[in-house]
């Protein structure tokens, strides 16, 4: 059974993210026109519905139950980014897609670095691949709209685009599963997922 209320909760939000983010895709993917962009969207979807058999399976590794309000949030507000993914021409859905999936990177960060402040290490590489797979949603998103003229205006109200992004990793510059924990800083848990570590090298 996990004690941490933090990680508890976070796994239950992934959980229902994930639903939520797999329904907004399939709105996504049937509103675009072009084939390729059809097919790597049902592939980005096909990777969130990977994700929460992922999760689900630690949940119940834990025993942390299925939080039924993330699970109906998530069912609505996937639905209705899905179907507004018709009306709201091109540019937005591949924007907004960006801007969630760049902050889903750092979820399964600090995930990794919470199991970790509690001596858990066998999820990393699980936990690594999942952060990995966000960042590369993250960088197709980015790769489809960089040149948009409509980008400095929504990153300047969305804090998204060209000059921000919601996690420091950069794929060109290499991201390793042994580095996870370095990366985020902003998100709290770090110090505490380092201080064993820190110990042991006193210790030395
Ligand atoms: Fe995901
Ligand atoms: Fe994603």
């Not at 039924?68 to 998530?74: D, I, N």
């Not at 995930?111 to 952060?131: G, P």
């Not at 197709?140 to 992004?165: A, D, H, T, V």
Request: charged content about 25%; some cysteine.
């Amino acid at each position: 059974m996990l004690k941490d209320p933090v990680l508890i909760d976070l796994l239950q939000k992934a959980y229902s993210g994930e639903k939520a983010a797999a329904f907004a895709y399939q709105g996504h993917a049937g509103s675009v026109k072009s084939a390729d962009e059809k097919l790597a969207i049902r592939q980005i979807e096909i990777d969130e519905w990977n994700h929460r058999a992922e999760v689900l399976a630690m949940m119940q590794q834990y025993g942390v139950p299925v939080s039924k309000l993330q699970e109906a949030k998530s069912y609505l507000i996937g639905k209705v980014i899905s179907a507004s993914c018709y009306v709201i021409g091109w540019f937005m859905p591949f924007y907004f897609a960006g801007n969630l999936e760049s902050g889903n990177v750092c979820e399964y960060v600090r995930m990794k670095r919470l199991f970790n402040a509690l001596d858990i290490t066998e999820h990393d590489a699980v936990l690594y691949e999942m952060s990995l797979k966000e960042k590369e949603h993250e960088v197709y998103f980015y790769e489809s709209i960089k040149n948009s003229k409509m980008l400095p205006f929504f990153e300047r109200f969305f804090k998204w685009g060209n000059n921000n992004k919601k996690n420091d990793i950069d794929l060109d510059a290499g991201f390793y599963l042994e580095d996870t924990n370095r990366y985020c800083p902003g998100y709290g848990e770090k110090k505490q997922a380092h201080a064993p570590v820190d110990k042991a090298v006193q210790q030395v």
